[in-house]
């Protein structure tokens, strides 16, 4: 759609952006046409969402160039974007429960409506009225948000951004970061009719993991991998099978997930589920845990995986069938009783529930079995300090010391220091909630590597990870869960692992 | 603000700004009035510092793990109220029976905070309420002083040993008891790591809700022996005895560096605070301003200590 003499309303030149341990963007390049939609995709952790930040004004590029129908400009912050013409629908929606869908779309512009302090509600109503005209959605203003469905929000959401007309000037750029997430499909079929028909008002950027959707509404893809912009495809030039081999950006290796490590698990069971369920969640999960096995669960958001490893990392207890561990009949109701029962999470919010990042390295090492080490009451801190060593050389963490306080880490050496404080907690069972969210690949690949090493020594491990591709590479078995329900099992032994394509029919 | 201030780091700031401030105060005080920095008012010093600090030692526990205690002024005051009442018929059981009472208060807070989700400066707020209004009603609203017969009893508190003044050793024994219990526990590690990361704390196993229960428990035992001793000195005991105490503990926790955010503290930086709140104390009396001035004065020094400790990026949003 964008021809070369054609000026783009938006356009990042040449955009590097680093965060301590993680080069993010590299030197990245976009375009966007007047009435584009344009597609960005790729996979967690190859930047999509810094960029994100950047064009909405949260983080400020370290070098390059932001450019508004051509001219150079800058993005201080959100407020700043927005007068510049930049609107945002966010994936986690941003409308506020307890105030009314004209209140939200007016939030923080409520001058124009304002006389001597006072606001005319009469007049924000019927201007917010006239915003909700324009996506064609049928929503009383005065209706308090919170008891609209989620696609109606999403709508007040477009609606909200589509206000910037009004008082930004030039034309109109709209990102819409993952809108379709908690979408049924006949909602999803509204949305995009209607980011159709605003054509003629805004251009789109679409970021989203469906790649289908992404070809459906989209004229023009970029694809991002590792923090650089590797493709821009003309939808008709595009397909599933391309797009996603771009993103991964290899044929799938089985060096990169060190199968030639997989070794066979052991007969042991350590973790038995039978027909657990917890509202609406999940129900009648089913399956055996063995000593050194990997399984991977699969599944979209609202599968129940999510709900699945939460429980079973003691955060929410199931409310009916069995959960036994070696043989044990349980029902964690704390990750304490989890810990007390070998079980290790290490979660998908590393710096929240990961770490203590304000913390030394060596008490975040220790923190999960502090009992060990501690003798009439006291912590024999000489201990402490040989044991923390001792786990930054074995798993290499590269740190300065074990004093260095966790948050001047970089991620992967973060992870590392989580996997090490299960193991010197002698877990059993690691709950892998995630665990390469944000790392680079080589980070990734150590990970995968210390994952590999635990399961020999007879680690049980539970994978949910932001790809499949990496669901199948690690995993001895793979469950499929669809709905709250188990819709398909298989082995993923080395040289016979399924295809992705296999379980994506029984996660949709 | 010159640029090289702003360079210096936070943490080395928050790390040495307590100690160098303290050297500076007694230094000045010292130059004006050379007869400061005689033994005998340093040692005097160190007496009117004790009861401060142990009122203060107790918080510190507390903010350690992100909570605040403001029912310890009340709690000191009662505990003073009780050995009043009784020490005539219990003797040494009267201490006893104050301290007791001050770890029931503070269980009672603790669990107020953590069973029914109170945040800590409601629960302690409205826990300083009862207790304050409970020394009222015991004491009929007025001040106790002790009998001749009575004060036999406070000698552990009034005495000296080779003319050491026991309020002094007493202060002592808290310093390396609370030092204990804050670096060198399970207790200690987890209050930092609670203070500092909660969830992640949570996620590791940490029993969170039980630390913070001997978090309260500690800060109102303390308070209840800050009462005590200050009864022993003061040869009374008063529903007001420690009134005006709350502030200053608070800003002695803060002006020592630890963070009142949680996470970031020590025993030792609280005593550099509780010394730096009596050097002043003692320095505004010698320039002459008005006692009931005083705590103008802490507030800013509370304020001022606050907004150099506490570290912004950590928390964007205040509430």
């Known amino acids: 759609m964008s021809t070369p003499s054609a000026e783009p309303v938006l356009a990042l030149v040449g955009v590097d952006k680093r965060f301590p341990g993680v080069h993010a963007l590299k030197n990245v390049s976009i375009e966007i046409g007047r009435g584009e939609v344009v597609g960005l995709i790729g996979e967690n952790g190859a930047g999509k969402s810094t960029l994100m930040k950047i064009l909405s004004g949260v983080y400020q590029p370290d070098s390059g160039e932001i450019r508004i129908a051509g001219q150079p400009t800058t993005l201080a912050n959100a407020a700043d974007a927005n007068g510049k013409g930049i609107g945002m629908v966010f994936q986690e929606q941003s409308l506020l429960t307890n105030l009314t869908v004209g209140e939200n779309i007016y939030l923080g512009n409520e001058a124009q409506f304002t006389r001597y302090g006072v606001i005319d509600w009469r007049a924000l109503y019927a201007a917010a009225a006239r915003q909700l005209e324009k996506v064609e959605v049928n929503v009383d203003p005065r209706m308090r948000s919170d008891y609209l469905s989620f696609a109606a929000r999403q709508m007040v959401e477009l609606a909200k951004a589509l206000t910037l007309e009004e008082h930004a000037a030039g034309h109109l750029v709209i990102l819409l970061d993952e809108p379709t997430s908690v979408l049924e499909r006949a909602e999803i079929d509204v949305l995009f009719a209607r980011v159709r028909s605003l054509k003629s008002r805004a251009s789109f950027i679409f970021v989203s993991h469906r790649l289908d959707e992404v070809l459906e509404l989209s004229d023009r893809i970029y694809v991002m991998k590792d923090g650089a912009v590797v493709a821009d495809l003309k939808t008709a030039d595009a397909n599933v099978t391309k797009l996603h081999q771009v993103m991964v950006g290899r044929s799938l290796q089985t060096e990169y997930y060190r199968e030639p490590l997989q070794k066979p698990f052991r007969e042991e069971v350590v973790l038995e589920s039978e027909g657990l369920s917890f509202g609406h969640a999940y129900q009648d999960v089913s399956f055996n845990l063995r000593a050194g096995e990997i399984l991977g669960i699969a599944g979209v958001i609202g599968s129940g995986r999510e709900e699945l490893t939460r429980t079973l990392s003691g955060f929410t207890p199931h409310d009916a069938g069995r959960l036994l561990i070696s043989g044990r009949e349980v029902r964690l109701t704390s990750p304490a009783e989890a810990v007390d029962f070998g079980i290790g999470y290490i979660p998908r919010e590393r710096r929240v529930e990961g770490l203590v990042l304000f913390l030394p390295v060596a008490a975040n090492i220790t923190l999960a079995d502090l009992a060990s080490l501690t003798s009439y009451g006291l912590i024999d801190s000489r201990q402490e300090r040989k044991l923390a060593a001792t786990w930054v050389e074995r798993l290499n963490v590269r740190t300065p010391s074990i004093n260095t306080l966790c948050l001047n880490l970089s991620g992967g050496n973060q992870q590392k220091v989580v996997l090490a404080k299960w193991l010197n907690a002698k877990a059993r069972i690691l709950i892998l909630d995630h665990p390469t969210r944000g790392l680079d690949v080589g980070a990734k690949e150590e990970v995968y590597e210390l994952v590999r090493a635990v399961t020999t020594e007879g680690v049980a491990v539970i994978l949910t990870s932001d790809t499949l591709e990496e669901t199948i590479g690690l995993s001895h078995s793979l469950l499929v869960m669809r709905d709250g329900r188990i819709t398909h099992r298989t082995a993923a032994n080395p040289g016979s692992k399924p295809r992705q394509i296999d379980l994506i029919q029984h996660m949709v | ?319």
């Open chain 2, 1 to 319: 603000m010159p640029k090289f201030i702003l360079q210096l780091d936070r943490e080395s700031l928050r790390q040495w700004l307590p100690l160098v401030t303290l050297v500076l105060l007694v230094t000045l005080v010292g130059v004006f009035q050379p007869s400061f920095l005689r033994p005998s008012t340093l040692l005097q010093l160190a007496s009117d510092t004790a009861v401060l600090f142990v009122l203060a030692t107790g918080v510190t526990f507390v903010i350690m793990l992100g909570g605040i205690d403001l029912s310890i002024q009340s709690m000191a005051s009662l505990a003073s109220v009780i050995v009043a009442l009784t020490v005539a018929r219990l003797g040494y059981g009267s201490f006893v029976l104050a301290i007791a009472i001050g770890v029931v208060a503070g269980l009672a807070s603790g669990l107020a905070h953590v069973l029914l989700k109170i945040p800590s400066f409601i629960a302690t707020l409205a826990m300083s309420g009862v207790l304050a209004s409970s020394a009222l009603v015991l004491s009929k609203e007025r001040s106790i002083t002790l009998g001749e017969l009575d004060r036999g009893y406070q000698t552990w508190i009034t005495g000296t040993v080779y003319g050491l003044p026991n309020v002094i050793i007493i202060g002592f024994i808290v310093l390396v008891i609370a030092h204990i219990l804050q670096s060198q526990t399970r207790f200690g590690r987890y209050s930092a790591a609670i203070g500092a990361g909660e969830p992640a704390a949570y996620a590791s196993g940490v029993k969170v809700d039980r630390q913070k229960v001997y978090a309260y428990i500690l800060s109102a035992g303390f308070a209840a022996l800050a009462g005590v001793v200050l009864a022993g000195r003061l040869a009374s005991g008063s529903p007001t005895l420690a009134a005006e105490m709350l502030l200053p503990s608070i800003a002695a926790v803060v002006v020592g560096g630890t963070a009142i955010t949680g996470g970031v503290g020590s025993i030792w930086r609280t005593l550099i605070g509780a010394l730096i709140i009596t050097v002043v104390r003692i320095g505004m009396t010698f320039l002459g301003v008005n006692i009931f001035a005083q705590n103008i004065v802490f507030g800013a020094v509370l304020i001022g200590a606050v907004a150099i400790t506490i570290d912004r990026s950590k928390i964007p949003i205040v509430k």
